[in-house]
């Protein structure tokens, strides 16, 4: 099976049964998602929607927060991993929105990945979920499915690497979808340590399943 059929087959089943795929970060504006997308880095969305809406209530917008201090923000945050250091994120990027963009959040990755705190990965998350563009952010899951699915090549092995040949693959209207369905397919059957490969509905595409079924006839 060539790497393109992997990709239809795969669309074809999501489009099926999960069209409407979504970040499962709760948000309801671009400085929000930013916000919980800085947090949720080594640590589950759950925890960080635990805590984002005392966050929210306490700093609705850049402004506000960049008037807090660091010591505020952690006293809010400090149950997420890393909360000394996302308690300095989070000042420092709320202070460069409302000197540098007016207190709002910029649509592009070169502009995002200026505030701190923010990689790519996290820019493209909020380019793609807050403001629709066509970019497809990698994270642990959808780089490790990625490479378990034979969508890209062992050669593949940084995140930019990954990014460069799913933007490829994948239609440009459906990177945003595409990345949701490969990092939910990560998070809940394409597991790290102990992957569902007996329940896992896309078995037919996986190299490792397709020479398993080989070696049993």
Request: net charge positive; charged share 20%.
């Amino acid at each position: 099976m060539t790497r393109n059929e992997r990709i239809e087959r795969l669309i074809q089943y999501f489009t099926e049964h999960n069209p409407d795929a979504d970040s499962e970060l709760v948000y309801t504006n671009p400085f929000e998602l930013l916000v919980a997308t800085i947090l949720s880095a080594k640590c589950t969305d759950r925890r960080v929607n635990s805590i984002t809406p005392t966050l929210f209530a306490h700093y609705p917008d850049a402004a506000s927060m960049a008037k807090a201090t660091e010591a505020d923000i952690l006293a809010l945050i400090s149950s997420v991993s890393y909360p000394n250091s996302k308690a300095r994120y989070l000042k420092g990027m709320a202070t460069m929105l409302v000197n540098d963009f007016d207190g709002k959040v910029p649509s592009t990755v070169a502009e995002l990945t200026r505030l701190p705190g923010v990689g790519r990965k996290t820019a493209n998350v909020v380019e793609a979920v807050a403001f629709g563009k066509p970019a497809m952010p990698v994270d642990t899951h959808v780089f490790r499915v990625s490479h378990r699915l034979g969508l890209v090549s062992a050669q593949a092995k940084t995140p930019a690497e990954v990014e460069k040949t799913l933007v490829r693959l994948f239609p440009a209207h459906l990177l945003s979808k595409a990345h949701h369905w490969l990092l939910l397919h990560g998070r809940y059957v394409c597991t790290s340590r102990a992957p569902h490969c007996d329940t896992c509905p896309l078995e037919e595409i996986c190299p490792k399943r397709m020479a398993h079924a080989k070696l049993q006839r």
